[in-house]
């Protein structure tokens, strides 16, 4: 990865990062997440808006949270890659990095949660499927409701999670979503910690259940909410070009 990171710096630097990515005009609130590099698989997360003067502020955060065990590895975003960089790919214990579209909830937890009426929310049932297999690049990475319950072996392996608290709350992070590529990774949510953040995760974006309620209480649909992650150094580094807040 310190290839990676190397040629991802040099690239942003003297070739052009105008052409790589620019935050839509259109975005007026994003998660960023930041980590120490590359390889870490912790991350700090806040929730910031545009005021009514069209300024960033902080208006939850900053917050602990978790990332792929293995760290990070650029995905695919609204962002463009630079050309021979290495990519999120499926099982590689990477989180995605760059900017995403933040999609739909999916929720099974028994305390309903607050959202903006135009964020849909679907509850999970049995009957639905988020499909991780290679094999199946019509399916790849986009959810499935069948008319009855998992029944088949396959079925039952790409089934959404029902009975575990972690993923009880889960927030679509919109990787590998535009035309899916098998293989490129899938399946990319927020969703609550492990073990109170002791436990990373194999590429989702995991936080406390108190804060993950917190920012899904104030997403708005209409300020076009967006998750920029990146390790501090790059964002840094890319804050003017890429016109990061």
């Known amino acids: 990865m310190r290839c990676l990171e190397q040629f991802f710096i040099i690239f942003a630097l003297f070739f052009g990062t105008h052409v790589l990515a620019k935050l839509p005009s259109t975005c007026s609130q994003a998660i960023v997440g930041t980590s120490r590099g590359w390889n870490d ?3 700090q997360l806040s929730l910031i808006e545009k005021n009514s003067q069209g300024q960033w502020q902080q208006v939850l955060g900053p917050f602990k949270g978790r990332l792929g065990h293995a760290g990070l590895v650029l995905g695919r975003g609204l962002h463009k890659n630079p050309a021979g960089s290495t990519l999120k790919r499926e099982g590689d214990g990477r989180s995605p990095a760059g900017i995403f579209r933040i999609e739909g909830l999916y929720t099974t937890c028994k305390i309903p ?5 135009r964020l849909p929310e679907l509850r999970v049932t049995s009957a ?9 690049p019509d399916l790849y990475n986009r959810h499935i409701r069948l008319n009855q319950p998992a029944r088949t072996a396959w079925e039952k392996k790409e089934q959404m999670r029902l009975n575990d608290h972690a993923h009880s709350i889960k927030l679509l992070i919109g990787h590998n979503r535009d035309k899916p590529i098998a293989g ?3 399946s990319i949510f927020f969703h609550i910690w492990r073990r109170n953040g002791a436990a990373a995760t194999a590429g989702c974006t995991t936080m406390s259940e108190g804060n993950i309620r917190a920012i899904i209480a104030r997403l708005d649909p209409a300020k076009k909410p967006l998750y920029i992650l990146l390790p501090r150094e790059q964002y840094m580094q890319l804050r003017g070009p890429w016109r990061l807040p």
Do not use: T, Y
């Open 41 to 43: 698989s912790h991350v």
């Open 113 to 117: 949660v607050k959202h903006h009426p």
């Open 128 to 136: 639905d499927l988020w499909v991780s297999d290679v094999r199946r």
């Open 184 to 186: 490129a990774g899938s």
